[in-house]
């Protein structure tokens, strides 16, 4: 696999919905993928699904909140691609709905885990590659949600988490300045995935009341995606808010 001349880019969470999207897009953007995930047959199947090639694509399995699985994924990204250009921290997970008092150590853990443990784990190890590559430099993508601004009810691991995602954002956007690394948040309302099929069929509202939402085509989520990553690294999108136009989030909702 020759990859000296090729951007690369490395999505977390890319065997199904966002993370398959965003993939999708950076491949045919000119980008060879690292595409990351729990479960290597989805990982697989989501390369033909979307075009991909072993000239272009590379499926490898990991839990990222584990940090010695993290770092075997970045040795190997590093053995197989030789630098890293993009990282797309998306993957994520959420608990069933309820109260926070009902919620259990573990459902919480396992959350903080995924979501913030991970992105960070797998930004420390991109921007120790992205220091010492040349050229120096690269961008990190973080997916924070439109939970990073405010809550659906009974939410509260998946919120502190993505609350959480803002901060860790910022803190990487100022610490990478030195070093040519740019950092930025995509918060994504509502795009049409697997986990967003609750929202088609009516999910909780603030006021407790069940109501269909609107979602949107999740193939302009990877189009976001791409557009940030091809910005030169003398400009950075620090946020970034895509939602379906009618899902309630602006206003009283």
Known sequence: MNMASKRIALVTG????????AAKALIHGGYSVALVGRTLEKLENAIVEIGGSSENSLAIQCDVGKPEEVKKLFATVKDAFGRIDVLFNNAGMGTPAMPIEDLNYKQWMDVVNTNLCGAFLCSQE???????????????????????HAPRPMSAPYTATKHAISGLTKSIALDGRPFNIACGQIDIGNAATEMTERMAAGIMQADHSIKIEPRMDVSHVG?????????????????????????PYVGRG
């Open 126 to 148: 991109a921007i120790r590659m992205m220091k010492a590559q040349s050229p120096q430099g690269g961008r990190i993508i973080n997916n924070g949600s439109i939970s990073a």
């Open 223 to 247: 189009e976001a995606v791409l557009h940030m990553a091809q910005l030169p690294l003398e400009s950075n999108i620090l946020s970034m808010t895509i939602m379906a136009t009618k899902m």
């Open 14 to 21: 890319a065997g199904t919905g966002i993370g398959k999207a």
